[in-house]
C-alpha cells in the first residue's frame, strides 16, 4: 500500500533562515508525490508535485522539494522562510487507485 | 466558478440529526473526492467520483454516510443520524481528470459541528 510519512508534528524556524519539512514515502513502483499547504481555518492548497523528471521540483510561494529514490525522501525545502509561511504542511502519495493519502501534517512555525 | 466551492462553511448540528454538505466542482472536473480532517486524525479519504464510473466508496467510515453526484457535477455528502465524532471538516476537492497529471484542487471545507 502506499503511504507517507512526516516524522515532525512541528518546525520552527526563524524568519530569513532556510527551512526543510520533511517527509519520506513507501511506494510500489513509480512515486507521485505532492505537497499542500493550509493555512489557518482554510481548505488545502496545492504547492507542487514530482511526477518524473528533474529531482529538484520548483513550486508555489518560493517553496522546491528534492525528491531522492535512495533515501526515499520528498522533503519541503525554502530558502529564506518568512513569517506568513507558518501554517500546515501535508504531504501526499497518489494512489494507483486514484486518490491522494495524505501525511500526518507539519505544522510551521516560522518566528520574525 | 474559479475554485472549488463548498457549503454550509460553518454547521452546527444536534447530535441525532441528518445533515447534508454540498461540494460544487470547477467547471469541467470530471474527478471529485471528499476528504474528513479530524484533529489527531489527519486527512482521512471519505469517497471519489470520476465520471461516469462507478464511485469509490472504500473510506466512508459507516453506512450513516452516503454521497452523491448529480448530472457530472454538483455532489452532495449526507451524514445520517449524527453522532460527536462526526464532528470536522469535510474537504472536497475535485481535478480535471484522474491521473498525477492532474492537480487536486481542494475547497475550503465545511466545518461541522455535533452537539
Known amino acids: 500500500a502506499q503511504s507517507v510519512a512526516q516524522p515532525e508534528d512541528q518546525v520552527n524556524v526563524a524568519e530569513g533562515n532556510p527551512l526543510t519539512v520533511k517527509c519520506t514515502y513507501s511506494?510500489?513502483?513509480?512515486?507521485?508525490l505532492f505537497w499542500y499547504v493550509q493555512y489557518p481555518n482554510r481548505g488545502l492548497q496545492f504547492l507542487l508535485k514530482y511526477i518524473t523528471g528533474d529531482n529538484l521540483v520548483k513550486g508555489s510561494y518560493g517553496f522546491e522539494a528534492e525528491f531522492n529514490k535512495s533515501q526515499t525522501s520528498f522533503h519541503l525545502k525554502k530558502p529564506s522562510a518568512l513569517v506568513s509561511d507558518s501554517a500546515l504542511y501535508f504531504c501526499?502519495?497518489?494512489?494507483?487507485?486514484?486518490?491522494?493519502?495524505f501525511g500526518q501534517g507539519t505544522e510551521l512555525s516560522v518566528k520574525p | 466558478g474559479a475554485g472549488v466551492s463548498q457549503s454550509p462553511s460553518n454547521k452546527v448540528t444536534e447530535k441525532g440529526k441528518d445533515v447534508e454538505l454540498r461540494c460544487d466542482p470547477i467547471s469541467g472536473h470530471t474527478a471529485l473526492y471528499w476528504y474528513r480532517q479530524s484533529l489527531g486524525q489527519g486527512l482521512e479519504f471519505l469517497i471519489y467520483f470520476q465520471g461516469n464510473s462507478a464511485p469509490d466508496k472504500s473510506g466512508l467510515p459507516s453506512d450513516r454516510f452516503s454521497a452523491e453526484r448529480t448530472g457530472g457535477s454538483v455532489s452532495t455528502l449526507t451524514i445520517q443520524r449524527t453522532q460527536q465524532e462526526d464532528s470536522a471538516v469535510y474537504l472536497c476537492?475535485?481535478?480535471?481528470?484522474?491521473?498525477?497529471?492532474?492537480?487536486?484542487?481542494f475547497g475550503e471545507g465545511s466545518w461541522l459541528t455535533v452537539v
Open positions: 476537492a475535485s481535478s480535471l481528470r484522474e491521473g498525477t497529471l492532474y492537480t487536486i484542487y
Open positions: 511506494v510500489s513502483g513509480n512515486p507521485y
Open positions: 501526499a502519495v497518489y494512489n494507483q487507485g486514484g486518490k491522494l493519502i
